[in-house]
């Protein structure tokens, strides 16, 4: 119990943090937010159409993690970032890097639905029209559509894509930000927490999606619930207080871990 | 207290005897404190609650008076006293004809026609007893027949029923003072005029009018004559400036300092001062906008132009407030979103934040604006009290604001003045209740749930 509430000195991370085709990696990453160290040396590949889960307790710097992966934190004027993320061997934190063509890469879906307050339709077309992707307003609802399919949504609202996506149930809402994120074509998608305001039902629907999804993205998704890494994910990573802990196969994450915080988290000793 | 307590729970115990007594007496103790507790709560609420009903009851006591009293007062400016006559528009007299050109109709002399007129009807004896007679009759009564004339010039030489302005104090009179007795009877009327007039009012010639004249007239020292119709047009352009400059002004000004301003200290000076310009008192606007604008820029005194100026100065702080009140409500998980779809901070703005804002910058902007058309001190430094008879044109031409005029006039002598002044009252009460409907409606027409 002690030694979980310590940060743990010149740590390296257990397991197998690197990947053989790696779409994302994170060399040494360190984040502060003003003079708080919120990620400590973090190194970690995601490979490609891979689905990664990040878990640990609360404050452990998952969502922080996830969130330097598309520069989200950029919006938060006292987070710094050092050390590299390549995006195929590129360097995302680059001195001429433009983040509106990366978060057309890398996109995000949050923990809470967060709609636009606009129709069903132009939810989905908005990140294809801001970023002239259809040519014409065929090609546009062609899109539209098979982000919707995707999504696993279509069916329930192709009879009201313009009625307002805030009227959506909390479940079909999230379906509707996935389908958004994915009407762009990213590469990678990052979920942060995507089931956390969901019913059961709901979730279990998200996370078929996240299995059908693989074929065709990267996904790394931040989870509380330990059960839903285990379904979706094929690698687990762990992180505790800042610091990777440990990565491995998810089987093997929950049957046999190899670090002793993680088989204290998983086993429900902390967390 | 303790001996009382125990008493009760042994009157429990011996009701409900399964209980263990150590249990009951704890359980009764607690039970008993909240309920002490409860009557006392229950008393701050209820006394709070007539606090409230009281203060608002004092609130809308005060409104009815206010209203009913402006209302009783300045419903009278709406009705004009006037007396039908037929008149005959005689072309020796005028010296003119069916072709006279307008200029010749514009010079005619009717003002003696009509004292011809009723020096004939009523035969005054004296020079004194015409000036009385003559009294009676409003300025305003030559320029109706002569409009009369320029609308119809075939009118000539015919004999012509008209309803002839009467003068202030025979309004007067004959709105308020008929009825009083002999004793407290208006002494601005003498006997002999008021036999004329009660011979008249026998007749059922003299009557009152709806006063169209208040509403197409501007300013004018005769107040049968006297209107607001140059105050509004006054006022609609000072507001038109107004609104174009501060709404743009103020919205790009909010945008700036909430999404892109670096944090820092110069922007924090900035964002300071703003919110002290919204407390500084409205004259010392009048004072700035009479140095910088009349002094150092030339802008000429007097027009809606530079009262709009000034009245910008006044209520961009509202705006700039209200705006950036409105977009920091913008849940920032619709930024987030936008900004995770890739939008650049440019369409993260104009796409969700000002839409979503815009409601609440519009309601901020029309009570700013609000404010501004009631505002007067600081027009008065710049010179919008001036006497203005002409309705203006455009935003250059010199004129007046109804405030401005309710002020001008609540301190003319006249009691026919002091209705006009609740009158006027009455009708920029009237522009600021639209206003502030509006405001309402527009919101919860734009307002979008999320």
Same mark, same amino acid.
């Given at each position: 119990?002690?030694?979980?509430?310590?940060?743990?000195?010149?740590?390296?991370?257990?397991?197998?943090?690197?990947?053989?085709?790696?779409?994302?990696?994170?060399?040494?990453?360190?984040?502060?937010?003003?003079?708080?160290?919120?990620?400590?040396?973090?190194?970690?590949?995601?490979?490609?159409?891979?689905?990664?889960?990040?878990?640990?307790?609360?404050?452990?710097?998952?969502?922080?993690?996830?969130?330097?992966?598309?520069?989200?934190?950029?919006?938060?004027?006292?987070?710094?970032?050092?050390?590299?993320?390549?995006?195929?061997?590129?360097?995302?934190?680059?001195?001429?890097?433009?983040?509106?063509?990366?978060?057309?890469?890398?996109?995000?879906?949050?923990?809470?639905?967060?709609?636009?307050?606009?129709?069903?339709?132009?939810?989905?077309?908005?990140? %294809?029209?801001?970023?002239?992707?259809?040519?014409?307003?065929?090609?546009?609802?062609?899109?539209?559509?098979?982000?919707?399919?995707?999504? +696993?949504?279509?069916?329930?609202?192709?009879?009201?894509?313009?009625?307002?996506?805030?009227?959506?149930?909390?479940?079909?809402?999230?379906?509707?930000?996935?389908?958004?994120?994915?009407? !762009?074509?990213?590469?990678?998608?990052?979920?942060?927490?995507?089931?956390?305001?969901?019913? %059961?039902?709901?979730?279990?629907?998200?996370?078929?999606?996240?299995?059908?999804?693989?074929?065709?993205?990267?996904?790394?998704?931040?989870?509380?619930?330990?059960?839903?890494?285990?379904?979706?994910?094929?690698?687990?990573?762990?992180?505790?207080?800042?610091?990777?802990?440990?990565?491995?196969?998810?089987?093997?994450?929950?049957?046999?871990?190899?670090?002793?915080?993680?088989?204290?988290?998983?086993?429900?000793?902390? +967390? | 207290?303790?001996?009382?307590?125990?008493?009760?729970?042994?009157?429990?115990?011996? @009701?409900?005897?399964?209980?263990?007594?150590?249990?009951?007496?704890?359980?009764?103790?607690?039970?008993?404190?909240?309920?002490?507790?409860?009557?006392?709560?229950?008393?701050?609420?209820? $006394?709070?609650?007539?606090?409230?009903?009281?203060?608002?009851?004092? +609130?809308?006591?005060?409104? &009815?008076?206010?209203?009913?009293?402006?209302?009783?007062?300045?419903?009278?400016?709406?009705?004009?006293?006037?007396?039908?006559?037929?008149?005959?528009?005689?072309?020796?007299?005028?010296?003119?004809?069916?072709?006279?050109?307008?200029?010749?109709? $514009? =010079?005619?002399?009717?003002?003696?026609?009509?004292?011809?007129?009723?020096?004939?009807?009523?035969?005054?004896?004296?020079?004194?007893?015409?000036?009385?007679?003559?009294?009676?009759?409003?300025?305003?009564?030559?320029?109706?027949?002569?409009?009369?004339?320029?609308?119809? %010039?075939?009118?000539?030489?015919?004999?012509?029923?008209?309803?002839?302005?009467?003068?202030?104090? !025979?309004?007067?009179?004959?709105?308020?003072?008929?009825?009083?007795?002999?004793?407290?009877?208006?002494?601005?009327?003498?006997?002999?005029?008021? &036999?004329?007039?009660?011979?008249?009012?026998?007749?059922?010639?003299?009557?009152?009018?709806?006063?169209?004249?208040? =509403?197409? @007239?501007?300013?004018?020292?005769?107040?049968?004559?006297?209107?607001?119709?140059?105050?509004?047009? #006054?006022?609609?352009?000072?507001?038109?400036?107004?609104?174009?400059?501060?709404?743009?002004?103020?919205?790009?000004?909010?945008?700036?300092?909430?999404?892109?301003?670096?944090?820092?200290?110069?922007?924090?000076?900035?964002?300071?001062?703003?919110? @002290?310009?919204?407390? &500084?008192?409205?004259?010392?606007? #009048?004072?700035?906008?009479?140095?910088?604008?009349?002094?150092?820029?030339?802008?000429?005194?007097?027009? %809606?132009?530079?009262?709009?100026?000034?009245?910008?100065?006044?209520?961009?702080?509202?705006?700039?407030?209200?705006?950036?009140?409105?977009?920091?409500?913008?849940?920032?998980?619709?930024?987030?979103?936008?900004?995770?779809?890739?939008?650049?901070?440019?369409?993260?703005?104009?796409?969700? !934040?000002?839409?979503?804002?815009?409601?609440?910058?519009?309601?901020?902007?029309?009570?700013?604006?609000?404010?501004?058309?009631?505002?007067?001190?600081?027009?008065?430094?710049?010179?919008?009290?001036?006497? !203005?008879?002409? &309705?203006?044109?455009?935003?250059?031409?010199?004129?007046?604001?109804?405030?401005?005029?309710?002020?001008?006039?609540?301190?003319?002598?006249?009691?026919?003045?002091?209705?006009?002044?609740?009158?006027?009252?009455?009708?920029?009460?009237?522009?600021?209740?639209?206003?502030?409907?509006?405001?309402?409606?527009?919101?919860?027409?734009?307002?979008?749930?999320?």
């Amino acid at each position: 119990m002690n030694t979980s509430m310590q940060h743990i000195e010149n740590h390296i991370t257990t397991g197998i943090p690197l990947s053989d085709k790696p779409k994302l990696s994170a060399r040494n990453v360190d984040v502060f937010y003003g003079d708080k160290q919120a990620i400590h040396d973090v190194t970690l590949d995601i490979g490609a159409n891979e689905v990664i889960a990040l878990i640990g307790p609360s404050g452990c710097g998952k969502s922080t993690f996830l969130r330097t992966l598309n520069r989200m934190n950029d919006t938060i004027d006292i987070c710094s970032i050092k050390g590299e993320i390549l995006l195929d061997d590129e360097n995302i934190y680059g001195p001429d890097v433009d983040t509106v063509p990366l978060r057309a890469r890398v996109g995000m879906v949050f923990q809470k639905p967060n709609p636009f307050p606009k129709s069903i339709y132009d939810n989905v077309a908005y990140g %294809p029209r801001i970023h002239g992707l259809a040519q014409s307003r065929v090609e546009l609802d062609e899109t539209v559509e098979k982000s919707l399919q995707r999504a +696993g949504l279509w069916n329930e609202v192709k009879d009201r894509l313009h009625s307002p996506g805030t009227g959506l149930s909390g479940g079909q809402q999230q379906r509707l930000c996935i389908a958004r994120t994915i009407a !762009v074509d990213p590469e990678v998608i990052l979920m942060d927490e995507p089931c956390s305001a969901l019913d %059961p039902i709901a979730t279990a629907k998200i996370e078929e999606l996240i299995d059908d999804l693989r074929e065709k993205y990267t996904i790394a998704i931040v989870t509380h619930s330990m059960q839903q890494a285990a379904r979706v994910s094929q690698r687990t990573a762990y992180f505790h207080l800042g610091q990777l802990i440990e990565v491995n196969p998810t089987k093997q994450v929950f049957t046999t871990p190899q670090h002793e915080l993680t088989e204290a988290y998983i086993t429900g000793r902390f +967390g | 207290m303790t001996d009382i307590k125990k008493n009760d729970s042994h009157e429990k115990k011996s @009701n409900t005897s399964t209980e263990s007594n150590t249990m009951t007496t704890t359980q009764l103790t607690t039970r008993e404190k909240v309920e002490l507790s409860l009557g006392r709560r229950r008393a701050a609420e209820t $006394r709070f609650r007539l606090y409230g009903m009281a203060s608002v009851f004092f +609130g809308m006591l005060c409104l &009815v008076v206010l209203f009913t009293d402006i209302a009783s007062k300045g419903t009278g400016a709406f009705k004009q006293t006037s007396l039908t006559t037929e008149i005959v528009l005689d072309s020796d007299y005028l010296n003119l004809n069916k072709e006279s050109t307008i200029d010749e109709i $514009r =010079f005619a002399n009717f003002d003696g026609l009509i004292k011809r007129h009723f020096a004939k009807m009523l035969k005054p004896k004296g020079r004194s007893a015409k000036r009385e007679l003559f009294k009676l009759i409003s300025p305003g009564a030559s320029w109706q027949l002569q409009e009369l004339l320029l609308a119809n %010039p075939d009118a000539i030489d015919t004999s012509v029923s008209i309803e002839l302005l009467m003068d202030d104090d !025979v309004d007067q009179w004959f709105k308020h003072d008929r009825e009083l007795a002999e004793g407290h009877m208006n002494d601005r009327l003498s006997d002999q005029q008021l &036999v004329w007039l009660n011979s008249w009012i026998e007749e059922g010639k003299l009557d009152t009018h709806f006063n169209t004249l208040f =509403f197409t @007239n501007g300013d004018s020292r005769e107040p049968e004559l006297a209107g607001i119709h140059g105050a509004i047009k #006054g006022t609609l352009l000072t507001l038109m400036v107004t609104l174009i400059l501060s709404f743009p002004i103020g919205v790009a000004a909010a945008i700036y300092l909430e999404e892109f301003a670096p944090r820092n200290r110069m922007t924090e000076i900035v964002e300071i001062n703003i919110n @002290n310009l919204a407390a &500084v008192p409205s004259i010392i606007f #009048g004072l700035l906008g009479m140095a910088i604008f009349i002094n150092i820029f030339g802008v000429s005194r007097s027009t %809606p132009l530079l009262g709009g100026l000034v009245l910008t100065l006044m209520t961009l702080p509202t705006i700039i407030i209200s705006a950036r009140a409105a977009i920091k409500s913008v849940p920032p998980s619709i930024r987030e979103a936008a900004y995770g779809l890739g939008a650049s901070k440019n369409q993260v703005v104009f796409h969700h !934040v000002l839409p979503l804002a815009m409601p609440g910058m519009l309601t901020g902007t029309i009570l700013g604006m609000a404010q501004a058309l009631g505002e007067t001190a600081p027009l008065l430094m710049i010179g919008m009290v001036a006497f !203005v008879v002409d &309705v203006p044109g455009f935003i250059n031409d010199p004129s007046t604001v109804l405030p401005v005029q309710i002020f001008l006039w609540s301190d003319s002598p006249e009691r026919a003045f002091l209705e006009r002044t609740s009158g006027a009252i009455l009708v920029l009460l009237s522009f600021l209740v639209v206003m502030n409907t509006t405001a309402v409606i527009l919101r919860r027409r734009l307002e979008r749930r999320w």
